[in-house]
């Protein structure tokens, strides 16, 4: 990454268009890395028609762009950080040295996302039901402090750090979606950004400080709320770890991380499934500090990676999401120093020539994916720990066995105590 | 690029009016065919790109959510691709690209749509601020830019006739189209209704339920496949920004500049003659004359004669569209892919009822927007190089 600019994310901006938004932020990640629309070899970009309220509303952002003479181009129906993922694929192939990535999201542009954001939902099943906007969310929270792995307490401390508002103050507002309250939610807002990733030398020559893209990942969850746990978030723990193993460090070893959190309870619950120790989380002030919609998690790309650029950080670790409740995860590792300062990877040789061998083959072909694999409920787990540290994976193990002592006295208890009343009644008849 | 790509699994779904299954079964149908096809299970499968034309189409919001379960997809990357009509063609070369990169072993490409959920027309022609409200729909913007094809080429009005007919002839011959009339003739499509002038109802594509997917994957596990691959040749996409009056819509640079691109990796330097048969994206007859132009396998203004001399029916020299194409079923977030998914069927061997025999070089082609995006592959029987 050589270059990245946003627009300030305000509450509302009634005064632009899409391709008004985005203009200026292009010129000033171009104007900072010394480059032109003419020098970028790729584009890709992020946004949502539902928000726009219109389809094909990213037509409108290319204006921005100028698509002409023809480019190269492709676009997410997503958050703009998986556009910034396709990007960096896109690089790896050599057809190219720079690719520019931008994220247009108005969150403040549906008249109520109450009727938006359930339109995500199975549209059979689930979306019948109308949970308004923060519903899930709300469900998740409550799973987390029903397995003692939170309180509200904890809730108003993540926000007053946030906010510079005293914790007991907080704790008296009203609930919004029980246990979360309006300072728990990320306020809706407008906002662009925009990166400029370049391969190798071309990325030394724009810039003496680029943040190198170590690795990256993306995973998905089931759709169904009722069948996940929801006090966990293995589709992030799987991201981490596959962008620990490109990367060549751990997301434990993380200075700075730009967690994609529109909720104050995902915040413990990510740096537990990732691993932070003494990460700085969102020196950016986070999506809690404004919500622009599907910019949200490109902006965490870009704040991870600012830091690395101004050399405060040697490495950083941004996330982003989609879906209710964490179902959709990225994480991307970024770093001072490219993976191997030596030998710099020429994306012009094949892959395996600069690549450790488990990066070229991710997996053997014969061997089965591991499937993802509920927690047991009635499992205890550490706050902080993620969720698979109390959890055997071995699926043929019967569930008895991975239960502690109590649970199983209680679950025989309770068919005993049910009895005791069908054979009173019995005796009164 | 890393090395040969191939295509190895092909599945799809019946187009058609689909009220009696939900998105996601309509998608696993074509899941579970492309997996069948190439004997893999989900397992097997190291990421998911699914592509889908607008969501205000039919109400659901970032499906690959929802169809997390039904892809397969739970546990692994997941991209939504959303490039106007052209989405297939751009998800199809962005699980390649996944291949190539090395971030993926083999990739499952899926794309449908299901039009019958929604209203196509009514989500295409919503009222925009500072703009005309014209509610014209896709063929009401396409018509002028046809006219003036016609004004440039000298075409006779019966060329777009005629290719209505040939793709519902084509289309009796695959089991998976929406409209099969093996029984069209010229003189129905002249009679019936005029929608758009000269579009005719008979000259547009339907509306759509369907689904389609490809597995992609590298030359070693390519070569393991049980059936015969497609080889990726070449393959290549180009957008064009849509306003502004230099552009030229009835021969778009952008579609020209994909399709040298991709001739150029393949090593075509004449692709009439070196292509065997083309899937290109039709929606209304008389893009058939106007593709083949754009994409290089006719000379400009010269894409009507081509017609005119049965050439691109079904038993000339370069069949168009021996599936029925988009003509005969247009599940849009679908109907990109299944020109690049023909493609490889036909140079598989593997396209039954509608093979052209003898068929080794192919292109899918996919076109979206205001023609301003476009995507081409050239697949092959023979590895490439």
């Not at chain 1, 069948?227 to 460090?249: H, M, N, Q, Y």
């Not at chain 2, 889908?52 to 379960?69: C, H, I, Q, R, S």
Request: charged share 20%.
């Amino acid at each position: 990454m050589v270059s990245f600019a946003q627009s300030p994310c305000v509450p509302a901006d009634r005064e632009h268009d899409m391709a008004e938004i985005v203009l200026p932020v292009i010129r000033e990640a171009l104007d900072a890395c010394g480059l032109t629309r003419d020098d970028i070899d790729f584009f890709a970009s992020g946004s949502h028609d539902f928000y726009e309220g219109r389809t094909f509303s990213y037509i409108e952002s290319l204006d921005a762009v100028g698509a002409w003479p023809p480019i190269s181009e492709s676009h997410v129906e997503m958050d703009a950080a998986w556009a910034f993922a396709e990007a960096w694929a896109w690089l790896q192939l050599g057809e190219g040295q720079t690719a520019m990535v931008y994220g247009i999201g108005r969150s403040s542009l549906a008249a109520d996302l109450d009727q938006i954001l359930p339109a995500q939902l199975d549209p059979y099943l689930l979306a019948p039901l109308r949970p308004h906007r923060d519903a899930l969310a709300g469900l998740q929270a409550r799973a987390l402090i029903d397995a003692g792995l939170l309180t509200e307490r904890q809730l108003a401390e993540i926000v007053s750090r946030y906010k510079d508002v005293a914790v007991d103050k907080l704790m008296d507002a009203p609930h919004v979606a029980a246990p979360l309250r309006a300072h728990d939610i990320a306020p809706p807002g407008d906002a662009a950004a925009v990166i400029v990733l370049a391969a190798g030398d071309t990325a030394r020559r724009l810039t003496a400080h680029p943040a190198w893209v170590r690795g990256l990942d993306h995973r998905m969850e089931t759709h169904y709320p009722g069948v996940r746990d929801l006090t966990c978030s293995p589709s992030t723990r799987r991201a981490g770890e596959r962008a620990a193993e490109l990367a060549g460090f751990a997301t434990a070893d993380v200075q700075v991380a730009e967690l994609h959190t529109e909720y104050s309870y995902q915040e413990p619950l990510l740096v537990a499934e990732l691993g932070l120790k003494n990460a700085e989380v969102n020196p950016s002030g986070g999506p809690l500090a404004g919500w622009p919609a599907t910019a949200t998690g490109l902006i965490r790309i870009g704040e991870a990676a600012r830091r690395i650029m101004d050399g405060t950080t040697g490495r950083a670790l941004a996330h982003a999401t989609n879906g209710p409740a964490l179902q959709h995860n990225l994480v991307c590792l970024l770093a001072a120093q490219p993976r191997d300062p030596g030998q710099p990877r020429d994306p012009g040789q094949p892959r395996d020539a600069a690549q450790p061998p488990e990066a070229a083959q991710p997996r053997e072909p014969e061997q089965p994916r591991e499937p993802e694999q509920p927690r047991d409920a009635g499992q205890p787990r550490e706050p902080g720990q993620p969720c698979d540290a109390a959890q055997p994976r071995d699926a043929a193990q019967p569930r008895d066995t991975a239960q502690p002592p109590e649970a199983a006295q209680a679950r025989d208890a309770a068919p005993a105590r049910d009895a005791a009343p069908a054979r009173d009644a019995g005796e009164a008849r | 690029m890393s090395g040969p790509l191939a295509v190895i699994g092909v599945g799809q779904s019946v187009q058609a009016k689909r009220r009696e299954v939900t998105i996601g079964a309509l998608v696993r149908e074509a899941v579970d065919e492309a997996l069948a096809d190439a004997e893999l299970g989900f397992g097997d499968i190291d990421a998911v790109v699914l592509s889908k034309t607008p969501d205000l189409f039919d109400g659901v919001m970032n499906p690959e959510l929802y169809l997390a379960d039904a892809m397969g997809a739970v546990g692994l990357p997941v991209t939504r691709v959303f490039t106007g009509g052209s989405v297939g063609g751009h998800a199809a070369i962005f699980g390649a690209h996944l291949v190539a990169a090395g971030l993926a072993r083999r990739v499952l490409v899926v794309a449908y749509s299901k039009e019958s959920e929604g209203n196509f027309t009514w989500a295409l022609s919503r009222g925009l601020p500072f703009s005309s409200h014209l509610g014209a729909g896709a063929g009401g913007h396409f018509a002028p830019v046809i006219r003036e094809y016609i004004r440039r080429s000298g075409a006779p009005e019966h060329i777009g006739w005629k290719v209505a007919v040939n793709h519902r002839h084509n289309a009796a011959r695959n089991p998976y189209a929406h409209i099969r009339r093996a029984d069209l003739t010229v003189e129905e499509v002249r009679q019936s209704p005029m929608l758009w002038d000269p579009v005719r109802y008979l000259e547009s594509c339907p509306s759509s339920d369907g689904s389609c997917a490809i597995v992609v994957t590298g030359a070693e596990l390519a070569r393991r496949a049980p059936r015969p691959p497609a080889w990726i040749h070449g393959m290549a996409w180009r957008t064009e920004t849509g306003h502004f009056a230099g552009r030229d819509e009835v021969n778009p640079q952008a579609g020209r500049d994909c399709a040298a691109d991709a001739y150029r990796q393949a090593g075509i330097a004449d692709p009439a003659r070196e292509i065997d048969v083309a899937e290109l994206y039709i929606p209304y007859s008389w893009y058939e004359p106007m593709w083949l132009e754009n994409t290089g396998l006719a000379a400009e203004h010269d894409g009507w004669r081509l017609v005119d001399a049965d050439r691109t029916a079904f038993g000339g020299d370069l069949p168009v569209n021996p599936s029925g194409g988009v003509l005969s079923g247009n599940p849009t977030g679908a109907t990109g892919l299944l020109r690049f998914a023909e493609a490889a069927l036909q140079v598989r061997g593997l396209a039954g009822e509608h093979q052209v025999p003898g068929a080794r070089r192919a292109v899918g082609h996919a076109m979206g927007g205001a023609s301003q995006f476009h995507a081409l592959w050239v697949v092959g029987s023979e590895v490439p190089g």
